[in-house]
């Protein structure tokens, strides 16, 4: 029954390699982010998507590439992995527009490049 | 520019001791706050959360916090601290002119706690 859930947990790869990591949520939300955790634990906001439409990118390389197939899922694809994309990313959910809902997170995906 | 701080990066509090943990915001408008608490190799747990009225809020965890809009501020606190308290906790904020999409969360940077036996 978790909420927000993320694949994988851990990620190992070399760089100049792609990967791809997944999130689901069944909270019925129908807006979901994308943040990234540094290596000094701050948070920032990467991506959001609201009913499948891309609303912020907050500039971040086009090597990141968001995708949301349906409401319950964001995607994040990331091409051409160099050693500072190495964090920790949460994908995040949050209640219907108009509520004052908080947004939820997944456990995380460590993406170590080497 | 919108930002949330924490002042303390780290502190250490004994086992059984109050804790405040501080957070000062800079918005327009009061922002919706938040305070999250993240375990080691854990994801964000909400701990409570401010949208407007009653300034002290109670939340999870035996944690509250005050908003005092005169200091543009959230602290968290807790009476009595436990050894599993121990934990990274942010502040964080949004504004509440945003919905959907264009709601995001910005984060402080984060105080590590450590609590002492």
């Known amino acids: 029954d978790t909420a927000v859930s993320q694949t994988p947990k851990y990620l190992v790869t070399q760089m100049g390699n792609d990967k791809s990591i997944k999130c689901e949520q069944n909270?019925?939300?129908?807006?979901m982010y994308w943040y990234k955790q540094d290596s000094k634990k701050f948070l920032k906001i990467m991506f959001s998507?609201?009913?499948?439409?891309?609303?912020i990118n907050e500039t971040v390389p086009n090597r990141f590439s968001p995708k949301s197939p349906d409401k319950a899922h964001l995607n994040l694809h990331i091409n051409s992995l160099e050693l500072g994309d190495s964090a920790v990313y949460f994908c995040?959910?949050?209640?219907?527009?108009?509520?004052?809902?908080?947004?939820?997170f997944g456990p995380g995906t460590r993406l170590t490049v080497l | 520019a919108q930002s949330v701080t924490q002042p303390d990066i780290h502190i250490t509090v004994s086992e059984g001791a109050s804790l405040e943990l501080r957070c000062n915001y800079s918005?327009?408008?009061?922002?919706?706050l938040f305070w999250y608490v993240q375990s080691p190799g854990q994801g964000l747990q909400l701990l409570l959360k401010y949208f407007s009225g009653d300034t002290l809020v109670q939340g999870i965890k035996g944690f509250e916090a005050e908003f005092k809009r005169s200091q543009s501020s959230f602290n968290l606190r807790k009476p009595s601290v436990h050894w599993s308290d121990a934990a990274e906790y942010f502040c964080a904020a949004t504004n509440p002119m945003f919905s959907g999409g264009y709601n995001k969360l910005i984060f402080g940077a984060g105080t590590r706690l450590a609590v002492h036996p």
């Open positions: 998507y609201n009913n499948k439409e891309l609303i």
């Open positions: 909270l019925g939300h129908d807006t």
């Open positions: 995040a959910s949050r209640a219907p527009s108009g509520s004052l809902g908080e947004q939820f």
């Open positions: 918005y327009g408008a009061t922002p919706y």
